[in-house]
Nanobody, 123 residues
Framework: QVQVVESGGGLVQAGGSLRLSCAAS??????MGWFRQAPGKERDFVAQ????????YYADSVKGRFTISRDNGKNTVYLQMNSLKAEDTAVYYC??????????????????WGQGTQVTVSS
């Protein structure tokens, strides 16, 4: 059974940091991604990473502030979020795919999704 489970969301003040975790199991994935969805808005791409080489790709809005990484031994992907802004407030979703993508940013490329974790940044 495939499982993608996020954790680590919460409430933080602007300028603060949070780290999200995503544990994936049940099959071999090649690329993991993070997306986010704010109220009344579409789900947007945040970052992605390939399992084998650790190639990363970021949305312009988070570049330089967020870092995606992976721990192959734990089958876990992390999203370190620094210098958080109020506009980062959203439900963050982890996604997994068997495809290998280096610069894709579309949700349709991903096959499995987590349930989401809320991140709220107070200004």
């Amino acid at each position: 059974q495939v499982q993608v489970v996020e954790s680590g969301g919460g409430l933080v003040q602007a300028g603060g940091s949070l780290r999200l975790s995503c544990a994936a199991s049940g099959r071999t994935f090649n690329t993991m991604g993070w997306f986010r969805q704010a109220p009344g808005k579409e789900r947007d791409f945040v970052a992605q990473i390939t399992w084998s080489r650790g190639n990363t790709y970021y949305a312009d809005s988070v570049k330089g502030r967020f870092t995606i990484s992976r721990d192959n031994g734990k089958n876990t992907v992390y999203l370190q979020m620094n210098s958080l802004k109020a506009e980062d407030t959203a439900v963050y979703y982890c996604a997994a795919t068997t495809g290998i993508y280096y610069s894709t940013a579309t949700s349709s490329s991903y096959d499995y999704w987590g349930q989401g974790t809320q991140v709220t940044v107070s200004s």
